[in-house]
């Protein structure tokens, strides 16, 4: 009886120990001006590098996305943008890599005029898409 009880106080010292790994707070680590959108069951963060996006130049972007009502983590995630007022999009098309769990590295985007952009997000999850969008002015 007593190791008994001495094991279940191991295990609840190592399930309280170590918070870092097991809690994802989802905030993209080093940074500060990161984008954050709330729609549906997730939270999604993203960050440009370079942080600066130019006019004709490749960027990549990060993205973290926590479901906020306990569901598990998406599949899969495609990004895309847009110009809707000029009914256009990029010119190449970004490949999206998952780098960890719920975590995703997308390369090769490029917007190719100055105005009014449009992220999308679409976020699946099994055979479930969810669609998370929003607006970028590009100087
Ligand atoms: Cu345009």
Redesign the pocket.
């Known amino acids: 009886m007593r190791s008994f009880i001495l094991g279940l106080c191991s295990i609840l010292f190592a399930s309280t120990s170590s918070p870092a790994k097991a809690s994802s707070p989802c905030e993209i680590s080093g940074g500060g001006d990161e984008n954050k959108i709330e729609k549906a069951s997730y939270r999604l963060v993203f960050q440009a590098d370079p942080r600066n996006i130019n006019v004709g130049k490749f960027f990549s972007l990060k993205v973290q996305i926590c479901p906020t009502d306990g569901s598990p983590l998406p599949d899969g995630l495609k990004i895309d943008a847009t110009?809707p007022?000029?009914g256009?999009g990029m010119n190449y098309r970004p490949t999206v890599k998952q780098t960890a769990p719920g975590i995703f590295q997308a390369k090769g985007l490029m917007m190719?005029?100055a105005?009014s952009w449009m992220y999308r997000f679409d976020i699946r999850r099994g055979d479930r898409s969810t669609r998370v969008q929003t607006k970028l002015i590009l100087k």
Request: a neutral charge.
């Open positions: 110009m007022m000029h256009h190719h005029m105005g």
